[in-house]
């Protein structure tokens, strides 16, 4: 029975792509599917793009590439990559001018057509409501802030530009687990209403498109997360798929992490809401007919999945502008140190209000006691700390009141309570973005989409 082995690339935006070598050295892969996007990464690149219209893309795929090219080339692993983000066709200009500088030839596949902001009011008119999918809101209560709008493309386009020749393919917004699912639908032939056979390897993607956390990384509370062995040099996830739909997760031998029975099954229910009827543009997976077996040495069978027909919307993620942000950090030690700094943000807050700043929202987070856990903190010894640290921050539609925080701080240093130290000083506001969550009929955009593939060297 034929088999492919696929291996995990990034997880975001910014991770390491060190593992990525022992996957190609020792794990024998045929493909690595790199994750470089979240909702949170677009509004990063449209930050960008602002700046230069020539970014958008993460500009962490030409040294990635780079680096991997060498050690994947001979070997004829293939890279699909959702690095593209809000500028494949840029992204593809900048690692085709990276590798001709190298001498190096490969072809490059480009998917794009999941890019809706100049079609939002077309698509409003041809029926498409693009309502808040939390709050039902209207989408005009936005439009006219509206800086990104991009759907979750599914499989079919990435098969496509693998049958085509491409060494790798650069999508912008798709499905985070289709990077997995469109190379284990052109290997292994699977159906476009396969149901079953593409609901395991779309689990099979969910289980590999965090990179460390599906062999050990971030693993587990109160002391298992210290039992998992040299996440220095944790090896990234592998998996080894059947026709069928059965896969095997493991690793590269020698790496470091954990592959077994708990820490898979712990990135099987990561970001999921409902185990039974997890949604992605190509299937809907049961999680709940899934089987883990630990066959030990790193290596745990996953069999047993049963899909149900795709959905008719596409998920569209959308971003606006949704005013400034203002923030400082300062500290203050003891005694009273928690009292000093509830007596400091009393004193902001007057000051703010005296100056006439428009303040929409303002946010104190004390860092080591309740910045991680919020309400749920306990905050029965605040009053013995040696030292506590705040961070007020303010949303504003004011970019002046944003800028102006900092500067409601330092006169505190010698004329508010004692013994205040560690002022970060007055840093200018920053554009928040907000998100949007919607749906789309999904032959509004499939009809849109489209694969280009380019030669590096002529």
């Known amino acids: 029975m034929k088999t492919v082995r696929i291996g995990a690339g990034l997880g975001f935006y910014g991770d390491s792509w060190l593992p990525i070598r022992a996957s190609l050295e020792h794990g024998e892969v045929q493909y690595i599917g790199s994750d470089h996007l979240a909702e949170l990464t677009l509004a990063i690149l449209r930050k960008d793009q602002s700046r230069d219209p020539a970014a958008g893309f993460t500009r962490d795929v030409v040294p990635m590439l780079t680096a991997l090219w060498p050690l ?5 692993t293939r890279f699909v990559l959702n690095a593209g983000g809000l500028n ?25 057509g999941d890019a809706l902001l100049d079609r939002v009011d ?29 759907a979750y493309l599914g499989a079919k386009p990435i098969t496509e530009a693998l049958a085509a020749g491409a060494d790798i393919v650069l999508t912008g917004r798709v499905a ?6 469109g190379p284990l639908v052109h290997e292994l032939g699977w159906a476009w209403d396969d149901w079953d056979r593409l609901a395991g390897g779309l689990a099979v993607g969910h289980l590999l498109e965090c990179s460390g956390q599906g062999s050990g990384g971030n693993f587990g509370s109160a002391g298992a997360w210290a039992t998992v062995p040299d996440l220095g040099h944790i090896g990234y996830p592998i998996a080894e798929v059947s026709a069928d739909g059965t896969a095997v997760i493991t690793k590269a031998p020698g790496t470091g992490g954990r592959v077994d029975f708990d820490t898979v099954r712990q990135q099987l229910l990561y970001e999921v809401h409902d185990p039974h009827r997890y949604f992605s543009p190509d299937v809907v997976l049961d999680m709940g007919t899934l089987r883990l077996e630990d066959l030990g040495g ?33 500290g203050f030690c003891w005694p009273d140190a928690w009292a000093k700094a509830e007596a400091a943000v009393a004193l902001v807050k007057q000051s703010l209000a005296e100056a006439g700043a428009a303040v929409d929202e303002f946010l104190v987070e004390h860092l080591g006691l309740d910045a991680f856990l919020g309400p749920h903190a306990d905050l029965s010894g605040r009053g013995t700390l040696n030292e506590v640290w705040i961070r007020v921050a303010i949303r504003t539609r004011d970019k002046a009141v944003a800028d102006s925080l900092g500067r ?25 973005l907000g998100l949007w969550p919607t749906r789309v009929a999904r032959e509004q955009v499939e009809r849109r989409v489209q694969v280009s593939v380019q030669d590096t060297l002529p």
Do not use: C
């Open 72 to 76: 994947a080339q001979p070997r004829g």
């Open 88 to 112: 494949p066709l840029g992204a593809r200009d900048a690692l085709v001018a990276a590798f001709r500088a190298r001498g190096w030839r490969a072809r490059i596949a480009v998917v794009t």
């Open 122 to 150: 077309e698509l409003r008119e041809a029926g498409e409501a693009l309502a808040h999918l939390d709050t039902g809101a209207a989408i005009a209560e936005v439009r006219d802030q509206l800086v990104f709008a991009n």
């Open 176 to 181: 985070d687990a289709a990077l997995f699912l």
């Open 298 to 330: 790193d290596r745990v069978r996953v069999s047993g999945a049963t899909g149900q027909p795709r959905p008719d919307t596409l998920k569209v993620v959308a971003g606006y502008e949704d005013g400034w942000m203002g923030s400082t950090v300062v």
């Open 408 to 432: 409601h701080f330092p006169w505190l240093a010698l004329s508010g309570p004692p013994y205040m130290g560690g002022f970060h000083g007055i840093t200018p506001g920053s554009r928040l």
